[in-house]
């Protein structure tokens, strides 16, 4: 299910001075079913929310990387997603949350994996990337590196959702059942310098067993972003992601084949489909160009461009525009 948003102009690209921004809410099999239809305008305001505070960074002349973080945020701290305070529960009813970040200038990246308390996991992993001399930290010295550089904590309860504890409870009940979705947040951003940057977070599978970390904190699996060739996030079904690395699978294809993103996003997207995984990305180019490919009956999905409106979508269908 292609939803190809088309480039920019080859004078836009020379040009260089214009910015994009694509964010999505995880895919899956998402209903629509009467319930379904009466969250769709939740989920919509919730995907606009993001992209207006990304849009409203690019357009004072703001940087990929503060976009995607600020955008990824947005949805962190809105309950219909799963990732930060919307996170899902593990099988042992506890939260475990995962998220990165990657700049497309250097390539420079930070990652947290299983840990529980930061208010947004997605500044938990901008923290690893500027103020640590690694790329992933997981579990409580992860936490204990919060801490000490002033990332914002919020009490168990704030993370607390009877809605997430339903859902855990199907999940038990039916143990051998496949997720309906995969609820994972993220952003990609071009800015007008031409510089790219990746965020994804989530807080994993339902009933997943505690301690599986999927792609999102996976460096070239669930997150990746190049200057040279294009900055991907993903959600969908974690280990095939890992295992295809599907996000720098795409950059590969434009750098070593010239494939543009969409062909690129697609053909990644259908291989892991093909394998046996579902899911979907939001990929932009060095020149603006954005794709949204995703391969289940939906994808929480949204972008911008400069002077242009936002456009936000749930299904296989026109975007709604404003």
């Known amino acids: 299910m292609p ?29 629509r079913d009467e319930a379904s239809r009466s969250r769709a305008a939740s989920y919509h305001d919730g995907l606009r929310r993001a992209l207006t505070a990304g849009r409203d960074i690019l357009a004072a002349g703001g940087g990929a990387l503060d976009t ?5 945020a947005v949805l962190e ?10 996170s899902v529960f593990t099988r042992a009813g ?12 250097a390539r420079r ?8 308390g930061p208010r947004n996991p997605v500044r938990a992993a901008r923290a690893v990337m500027e103020r640590s001399r690694h790329v992933l930290l997981i579990g409580d010295g992860a936490l204990a590196f919060c801490r000490e550089n002033g990332v914002a904590f919020c009490e168990p309860g704030y993370f607390y959702s009877e809605a997430r504890r339903r859902e855990l409870r199907r999940a038990l009940e039916h143990p051998g059942r496949q997720p309906e979705q995969y609820g994972t947040v993220g952003a990609v951003a071009r800015d007008r310098r031409g510089n790219l940057a990746a965020a994804t977070s989530t807080g994993g599978m339902t009933g997943k067993v ?34 295809h690395a599907a996000a720098f699978a795409i950059a590969a294809r434009l750098r070593h084949a010239g ?18 995984g579902s899911g ?16 289940t009956a939906g994808m929480y999905r949204g972008f911008v461009r400069e002077g242009g409106a936002i456009h936000t979508a749930i299904y296989d269908e026109p975007y709604r525009s404003e």
């Open 3 to 31: 939803c190809i948003i088309p480039g920019m102009s080859e004078a836009e690209r020379l040009n260089g001075t214009r910015f994009a921004l694509a964010v999505h809410g995880g895919a899956g099999t998402i209903l």
């Open 68 to 72: 995607v973080t600020e955008a990824v």
């Open 77 to 86: 701290d809105d309950p219909l997603f799963n990732a930060g305070r919307g």
């Open 94 to 105: 506890t939260q475990e949350m995962d998220a990165c970040v990657m700049d497309g200038i």
């Open 109 to 116: 990246a930070g990652a947290v994996a299983g840990v529980f």
């Open 210 to 243: 505690p301690g599986r970390v999927g792609d999102t904190p996976i460096i070239g699996a669930g997150t990746y972003a190049d200057n040279m060739t294009c900055a991907v996030s993903a959600t969908g079904h974690g280990e095939f992601f890992i295992r």
């Open 259 to 276: 494939q543009s993103v969409d062909g690129a996003a697609r053909a990644v997207i259908d291989e892991l489909a093909a394998a046996g």
């Open 280 to 295: 979907g990305v939001v990929a932009v180019d060095r020149g603006g160009a954005l794709a949204l490919p995703f391969s």
